[in-house]
């Protein structure tokens, strides 16, 4: 099955400045890789997402890269803003061999602190 | 459009008694997902419905988790009877028809195990 790994645990940053947070994969044939932020005492919200078909999707202040060829794929975050504090969830979809088999695995997600 | 909504939000319980949570998803979405959330740790896959069939409960403890979408929109799971290490949040999701679509989450229940 696939595996998913995230770093880091955690990440402190001064206000305005950016966050980067990295996951690798290990399933070639995932091809669907959504990132999450989930608030205390809230389900994961999905922030952006990115297909194997694109190398890098931004969306205003929040960009994700995808290198297949390593497997790897990063959460950008410019200009971080104290509202950005959560932890935030890698994931990669697998699409199962039968019809509707679309599976997320999770990564161990990263609690990012963004300070004044 | 309304979100994932779940009940009960949070249940206290003792180890050996049994407990149950409801998912509705949303309108017209066919796949519906429970995840087991333990403390600092990403969603865990549980059991995939495809409608009112099952798709993927490889990692259901059945031995004492079930769960059933009986006519293809709310859902229930159920843990019978509740061990210690149960105690997680318990996450649904639904989803649309396309692939690679979002998975829409609830807020979860928080269940506690004595």
């Known amino acids: 099955g696939e595996n998913v790994e995230q770093h880091p645990s955690t990440l402190s940053v001064q206000e305005g400045d950016s966050a980067v947070i990295k996951c690798t994969y290990s399933d070639s044939a995932s091809n669907y890789f959504p990132w999450y932020k989930q608030e205390l005492g809230k389900g994961p919200q999905l922030i952006i997402d990115?297909?194997?078909?694109?190398g890098e999707k931004k969306d205003q202040r929040i960009a994700v890269t995808l290198n297949k060829t390593a497997k790897h794929f990063s959460l950008h975050i410019t200009e971080t803003q104290p509202e950005d504090s959560a932890v935030y969830f890698c994931?990669?979809?697998?699409?199962?061999?039968?019809?509707?088999?679309?599976?997320?695995?999770f990564g161990t997600g990263t609690q990012l602190k963004v300070e004044l | 459009e309304a979100g994932v909504a779940q009940s009960p939000r949070y249940k206290i319980i003792e180890k050996r008694q049994s407990v149950a949570f409801w998912c509705n998803p949303i309108s017209g979405h066919a796949t519906l997902y429970w995840y087991q959330q333990i403390l600092g740790q990403g969603p865990k896959l549980l059991i995939q419905?495809?409608?009112?069939?099952?798709?993927?409960d490889s990692q259901l403890p059945k031995d004492r988790f079930s769960a059933e979408r009986l006519k293809g929109v709310d859902s229930t799971l159920k843990i019978q009877p509740a061990k210690l290490e149960d105690s997680a949040v318990y996450l649904c999701?639904?989803?649309?028809?396309?692939?690679?679509?979002?998975?829409?989450f609830g807020p979860g229940t928080r269940l506690l195990v004595l």
């Open positions: 990115i297909r194997s078909n694109v």
């Open positions: 994931a990669a979809n697998l699409r199962g061999v039968t019809g509707g088999g679309n599976k997320l695995t």
């Open positions: 999701a639904s989803r649309g028809t396309s692939f690679g679509e979002t998975q829409y």
């Open positions: 419905f495809q409608n009112n069939g099952v798709v993927d």
